[in-house]
């Protein structure tokens, strides 16, 4: 049986749910509960993870990673524009939607081999009994000197690539039930200032989707009461 996209996520709610964290995410405290019914289980300054009640995970084997939602931070490039003179170093829509879909490719290939090579949980795109559904979002992205290719542009020296914010759920593929939500808002920082380009850029973003990756295999491991690596 083919995998269905859960609907809730997909669909108008969609649009509720992620504005839900980016308020859960802002200055005050995230509620105990969500519409959906999830519970509130931590909550951090940069972390918070809502589960359903009584849900449970040993069942799972295999996974399947829908394609990501990359968004900007809201007047991220109008600003970033702003902040340079002329036609030259501007980002267009272009470079943008560019941006976006190499950010999804990267998470997807670095929950992959995370989840698959490391943890031993096949990446599929069918809905079975132990097929757990991840469908996440990359929330407020910002690019500190992002790589344009463009002729004569300066190289620019930074300390950290950017942040982003990662929204992830997880999915029942048979029920289509809801069973987590996890909020995470993640920079890059480094002690030294160092060049950017795209490479510098995609090493930054696979560190911190590395990390979210590691996160998830490592409690699904500790979950089936396996020995993670």
Request: glycine letters at 6%; proline letters at 3%; a neutral charge.
């Amino acid at each position: 049986m083919r995998l269905r996209k859960p609907a809730l996520a997909i669909g108008m709610c969609a649009a509720l749910a992620i504005g839900a964290a980016a308020g859960a995410l802002a200055t005050e405290a995230p509620p105990q509960t969500t519409p959906e019914g999830l519970v509130l289980q931590k909550s951090t300054k940069s972390r918070i993870v809502y589960l359903k009640s009584g849900a449970t995970f040993t069942q799972y084997n295999r996974v399947a990673i829908l394609d990501p939602l990359v968004e900007f931070e809201k007047d991220w490039q109008k600003d970033y524009n702003n902040s340079h003179r002329g036609f030259e170093g501007r980002v267009s829509d272009k470079d943008i939607e560019r941006m976006k879909a190499g950010l999804a490719a990267e998470f997807k290939k670095v929950f992959t081999k995370e989840l698959q090579d490391k943890g031993g949980y096949q990446v599929v795109d069918t809905a079975a009994p132990d097929v757990l559904v991840l469908r996440p979002a990359l929330l407020n992205v910002e690019v500190n000197a992002p790589d344009l290719m463009t002729a004569g542009v300066n190289a620019t020296v930074v300390r950290s690539a950017g942040q982003m914010t990662l929204f992830l759920e997880l999915w029942d593929s048979e029920t289509n039930t809801l069973l987590a939500r996890i909020m995470d808002a993640e920079a890059d920082m480094d002690s030294f200032a160092k060049q950017a380009n795209r490479v510098t850029n995609v090493q930054a973003a696979d560190r911190i989707l590395g990390d979210w990756a590691s996160d998830l295999r490592v409690r699904l491991d500790e979950i089936k009461g396996k020995t993670s690596k």
